[in-house]
């Protein structure tokens, strides 16, 4: 059975750095062909890809956010950690990790995700 | 501004079909598979469609999916309230920018 659970700071200040962990069971990230991919989805909006590392440790960011974005994994822990620097506002969103099979096939399993708000 | 365009809603009457389309390019849907995922509200996105057409175990014959070319569609028959929900495609995009990209969503209203 898989599952995916994000766990993090429900209140960022805007200018500092949001740390998400994802922990994760059912997998293994070590195991060729799964990825573990970070989403988010601003309240009424559509969702937004943000980054992706899969099991041979290639990473990929979205072009407009790769330069705050920073993604790693521990595969003995069962757990990928994205971080997010300079938070604002605007990135006020519900955060989702999920697991990808094979870069492009599906997103088959979410987790519940976590409110991050960014207010001072 | 979403990669993928998706109508931003649809509506029909229960136990009528509805169809979502979503439009791309040669770097995303012409080249790579497409994926669908229903949002209830409050809720996290579920995979509804994969590989195109495929439907995932638990997933009724209701819903369907397609491409052709760089266009994917999917398509609910027999509509129930239950179906109320915003609808997303996805893909993985082949260009040098590469990564996931999901359409705008669709919220299916069942009238």
């Known amino acids: 059975q898989v599952t995916l659970r994000e766990s993090g700071p429900a209140l960022v200040k805007p200018t500092q750095t949001l740390t998400l962990t994802c922990t994760f069971s059912?997998?293994?990230?070590?195991?060729?062909?799964?990825?573990v991919s970070w989403i988010r989805q601003p309240p009424g909006k559509a969702l937004e890809w943000l980054a992706l590392?899969?099991?041979?440790?290639?990473?990929y960011y979205s072009t407009s956010l790769k330069t705050r974005l920073t993604i790693s994994k521990d595969t003995s822990k069962n757990q990928v950690v994205l971080t997010m620097t300079n938070m604002d506002p605007v990135d006020t969103a519900t955060y989702y990790c999920?697991?990808?099979?094979?870069?492009?096939?599906?997103?088959?399993?979410w987790g519940q995700g976590t409110l991050v708000t960014v207010s001072s | 501004q979403s990669v993928l365009t998706q109508p931003p809603s649809v509506s029909a009457a229960p136990g009528q079909k509805v169809t979502i389309s979503c439009s791309g390019s040669?770097?995303?849907?012409?080249?790579?598979?497409v994926s669908w995922y229903q949002q209830l509200p409050g809720t996290a996105p579920k995979l509804l469609i994969y590989?195109?057409?495929k439907r995932p175990s638990g997933i009724p014959d209701r819903f369907s999916g397609s491409k052709s070319g760089t266009s994917a569609t999917l398509g609910i028959t027999g509509l129930q309230t239950g179906d109320e929900a915003d609808y997303y495609c996805?893909?993985?995009?082949?260009?040098?920018?590469?990564?996931?990209?999901f359409g705008g969503g669709t919220k299916l209203t069942v009238l």
């Open positions: 996805g893909t993985w995009d082949s260009s040098l920018s590469a990564g996931w990209v």
């Open positions: 040669s770097s995303n849907i012409g080249n790579n598979y």
């Open positions: 999920a697991r990808i099979l094979s870069y492009g096939d599906r997103i088959d399993y």
């Open positions: 590392i899969d099991w041979d440790d290639d990473k």
């Open positions: 059912g997998f293994s990230l070590s195991t060729s062909g799964m990825c």
């Open positions: 590989e195109n057409n």
